[in-house]
C-alpha cells in the first residue's frame, strides 16, 4: 500500500483533545487506503520546559545527558497518539528514535540522520499495522545513545522517514495553513504562498522561519519528496496548504518572496587583535570545535597591526563562545583586549531567487531601513538573500517595513 507521511507539530498535540483531532485526520488518510508513519512533536512548551530543566542544572551540560532529557517529550505524545488511534480501532503502535532505529551521527543536540532502516515497520505494516507513530526529534548514535536533531528537528524526522518509505507525500501539520510570505504572527499582510522553491524554503529557514527546520527543506530537495505545510486546525483538501518544489514548478515568482527574522541573534566583537595571517582561523577554529555556529563576520580595518573582528552567533552560545576564545587566549593563541559580547540584536534578511538576475534589492532594503530611522551593525549577502543585523527592539518594524517595500503583499 502507499505510504504516507503526516507530522503534527507541539500546538497540534499540546492537549489530548488536539491529539484526537490530528488521529481523526490520520484516520480519514487511512482509509483512503494509505499506510501511514506519523511523526509527532512534544506538547507544545514541553522542549522549552525540558531544556530549561537542564539549564538549572548545568549550564555548560554534557550534550549527551541534555539528549537523554529534551528528548523525553515526543515519547509521552508518541504513546498517546498510538492510544488514540486505537480508540479509534485504527490498528497502531508507537516506536520510539532507537527503536526504528533512526541511526544518527553522534553530534548531541544537532545530530544528522543517517540512515532509516524501514524494515522493522514494514513488516509490522505487513501485519495488518496500518499506522506506525514515531516520535520525532530523536535517534540514536552509533555509541548507542540517544540523540536529538535540533531544535524544530521533528520536520526533519518526518521528511527523512518520507525519503526512506518512499512516501507519496510528506505532510507538515503545523498552526498556521502554509508558509507565508513573512511569519504571519508579527505581520498582518503576510500571505499564504501556494508554492515555494526549494531554495527559497531552504534559505527562509536557515534564517529564522522556524515553520520548517532547516535540514528538512535540505533533504526533501536532494530526495525529492513531495513536501506540503498546512493546518492541523481546518478541514484540508488535496491542495491545501503550502506545496515546497522544484523552481521549475513554479510559475510566477516576485523577486523577493520573502522576509525572515532571528530574534536569538549575539554580536559578539573581539577588540584589538593582532592583524596577521592565520588570525582567523585562530579565531574561528576553537568557535567551531566548541560547537558554535558562527554566522555573520566582519573584519575591520587595522590600524597599526591591530583590528576588531565581529560576528554572530546565536544568544544561547555566547557563554561557549566566550569560554572558547578565553581558552585560546590562555594558550596564548590568540590575544585581545576586549570581547564585547551585544545580545540585544536581531537579524532581517530577504530572500528570493529572482536576486539572481535583478539588481537594486540591496539598495532598497537599506534605503528603507533608512527611512524607518533603523540602523545597521552588520550586512551579509549570497546569491538570493541579503541578511542585516539590527537592534531587536527594531525587528518587527523592519519586517513589516520590508514587506511593504518589496510589495509581497501582491502576488507576481
Ligand atoms: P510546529 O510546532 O507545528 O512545528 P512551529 O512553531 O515550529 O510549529 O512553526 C510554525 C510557526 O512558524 C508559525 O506559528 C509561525 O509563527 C512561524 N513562522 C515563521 N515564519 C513563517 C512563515 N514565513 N510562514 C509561516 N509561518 C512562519
Ligand atoms: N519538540 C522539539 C522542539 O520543540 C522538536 C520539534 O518540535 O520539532 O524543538
Ligand atoms: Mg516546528
Not at 539528549?67 to 479509534?88: I, K, P, R, W, Y
Request: net charge negative; with cysteine.
Amino acid at each position: 500500500m502507499p505510504v504516507l507521511v503526516m507530522k503534527f507539530g507541539g500546538t497540534s498535540v499540546a492537549t489530548t483533545d488536539r491529539i484526537r483531532r490530528a488521529a481523526k485526520r490520520v484516520g480519514v488518510e487511512v482509509a483512503k487506503g494509505y499506510d501511514v508513519i506519523v511523526i509527532v512533536s512534544a506538547m507544545s512548551g514541553e522542549t522549552n520546559k525540558l531544556v530549561g530543566l537542564v539549564g538549572e542544572t548545568s549550564p555548560l551540560y554534557d550534550a549527551r545527558e541534555y539528549d537523554a532529557v529534551v528528548s523525553s517529550g515526543e515519547n509521552v505524545t508518541a504513546g498517546l497518539m498510538a492510544l488514540t488511534l486505537q480508540e479509534m480501532d485504527v490498528p497502531a503502535r508507537s516506536w520510539q528514535g532507537w527503536q526504528v532505529p533512526v541511526k544518527t551521527t553522534s553530534a548531541h543536540s544537532a545530530a544528522r540522520i543517517e540512515d532509516i532502516p524501514p524494515d522493522n515497520i514494514t513488516a509490522k505494516f505487513a501485519e495488518g499495522m496500518r499506522v506506525a507513530v514515531v516520535a520525532g526529534f530523536q535517534g540514536i548514535s552509533p555509541e548507542g545513545r540517544i540523540t536529538t536533531l535540533g531544535r524544530g528537528g521533528s520536520d526533519t524526522t518526518a521528511v527523512a522517514f518520507a525519503a526512506a518509505f518512499d512516501a507519496e507525500r510528506c505532510d507538515i501539520y503545523t498552526d498556521v495553513d502554509g508558509v507565508y510570505t513573512t511569519d504571519p504572527r508579527i505581520c498582518d499582510k503576510a500571505r499564504r504562498l501556494d508554492r515555494i522553491a526549494f531554495e527559497e524554503m531552504l534559505e527562509l529557514a536557515s534564517l529564522g522561519a522556524k515553520v520548517l527546520q532547516t535540514r528538512s527543506v535540505e533533504l526533501a530537495m536532494r530526495y525529492n519528496v513531495k513536501l506540503r505545510v498546512l493546518s492541523s486546525f481546518e478541514e484540508q483538501s488535496d491542495d491545501a496548504g503550502t506545496l515546497v518544489c522544484a523552481e521549475e514548478e513554479i510559475m510566477e515568482s516576485n523577486v523577493v518572496n520573502g522576509i525572515a527574522y532571528s530574534r536569538d541573534e549575539a554580536k559578539m566583537t573581539l577588540i584589538s587583535v593582532a592583524d596577521r595571517p592565520g588570525i582567523a582561523a585562530a579565531i574561528f577554529g576553537p568557535l567551531s570545535e566548541a560547537g558554535v555556529n558562527v554566522d555573520m563576520i566582519v573584519q575591520n580595518i587595522s590600524e597599526e597591526g591591530r583590528t576588531d573582528m565581529t560576528f554572530s552567533c546565536p544568544t544561547d552560545q555566547v557563554l561557549r563562545a566566550e569560554k572558547a576564545l578565553q581558552e585560546a587566549k590562555e594558550r596564548g593563541d590568540i590575544n585581545y583586549h576586549d570581547l564585547v559580547a551585544d545580545t540585544n540584536v536581531a537579524k532581517v534578511s530577504a530572500v528570493g531567487i529572482g536576486m539572481r538576475s535583478q539588481s537594486g534589492v540591496a539598495a532598497r532594503m537599506f534605503r528603507t531601513l533608512s527611512d524607518e530611522g533603523v540602523n545597521i551593525k552588520v550586512i551579509a549577502t549570497s546569491e538570493i538573500k541579503i541578511s542585516v543585523l539590527i537592534d531587536r527592539k527594531y525587528m518587527e518594524l523592519a519586517v513589516q517595513a520590508l514587506h511593504d517595500a518589496f510589495e509581497l503583499d501582491k502576488s507576481a
